[in-house]
């Protein structure tokens, strides 16, 4: 079982829709959680860390539900350029290792 | 401000070729690491680095070699080039604060071995 798993999508939406994603991770002592934006042909940057507590930036509401090991994220009023893969990350092991889902790709259509 | 440099960013190797990855940052990191990207895998950790002189293996470090003699660069090294090495290579640096982690990644080396 991969230690991060994600739906790989493609998730079609149109502009200004909300969207979803989930993610599950199986290792339990996992502390801290991410979630990174990759666009094609580049390289993955931080979107936003999920908390406990739940979080929201601007458009973006991130969750994390430690008891059933998952965590979400929630696009509302989609926009063109929201078009990406959307890589779910959380820590393990020694020094908090990086453990990067394969991602769920986001198109956002006119 | 460069952040995380990479070069090349565009390899062809034969097999059995070696060749060295090149990285660097001008963040004052401790933290440095080596992914590949392969399309249906996700990314995977080759090898890391907790500060200069410290390495330490990832999740696929077969046919790879690091060595940190500054805070600054990370090179990674191709012993004898496979085709299953045929990927997309990252670097990243890690600020920590406490328990956050920002990761910043350089732009990546795309390489084909034949």
């Known amino acids: 079982r991969k230690e991060v798993e994600q739906d790989p999508g493609p998730f079609n939406v149109p502009e200004g829709a909300t969207v979803a994603f989930n993610c599950t991770y199986s290792?339990?002592?996992?502390?801290?959680f991410f979630w990174y934006r990759q666009d094609c042909r580049k390289e993955p940057k931080l979107l936003m860390s999920?908390?406990?507590s739940g979080n929201e930036d601007g458009r973006f509401t991130a969750q994390l539900n430690r008891a059933s090991q998952y965590i979400s994220l929630l696009i509302r009023d989609s926009k063109l350029s929201d078009s990406a893969t959307y890589l779910c990350?959380?820590?393990?092991?020694?020094?908090?290792?990086?453990?990067f889902g394969t991602g769920t790709r986001l198109l956002v259509s006119p | 401000n460069a952040g995380v440099t990479q070069t090349p960013k565009f390899q062809v190797l034969k097999t059995g070729q070696s060749m060295t990855l090149q990285c660097a940052q001008d963040?004052?990191?401790?933290?440095m690491s080596w992914y590949r990207q392969d399309p249906g895998m996700g990314l995977r950790l080759i090898h890391y680095?907790?500060?200069?002189?410290?390495?330490d293996q990832g999740e696929v470090p077969n046919g790879y070699n690091v060595s940190r003699s500054t805070t600054e660069d990370f090179p990674l090294r191709l012993l004898s080039a496979a085709p299953s090495q045929t990927s997309v290579y990252f670097c990243a640096s890690r600020s920590e604060t406490g328990a956050y982690y920002e990761q910043y990644f350089g732009p990546g080396t795309r390489l084909t071995v034949t």
């Open positions: 999920v908390y406990s």
């Open positions: 990350v959380v820590t393990s092991g020694g020094f908090q290792k990086l453990v």
């Open positions: 290792n339990s002592a996992s502390q801290s």
């Open positions: 963040m004052n990191h401790e933290y």
């Open positions: 680095s907790v500060g200069a002189g410290i390495t």
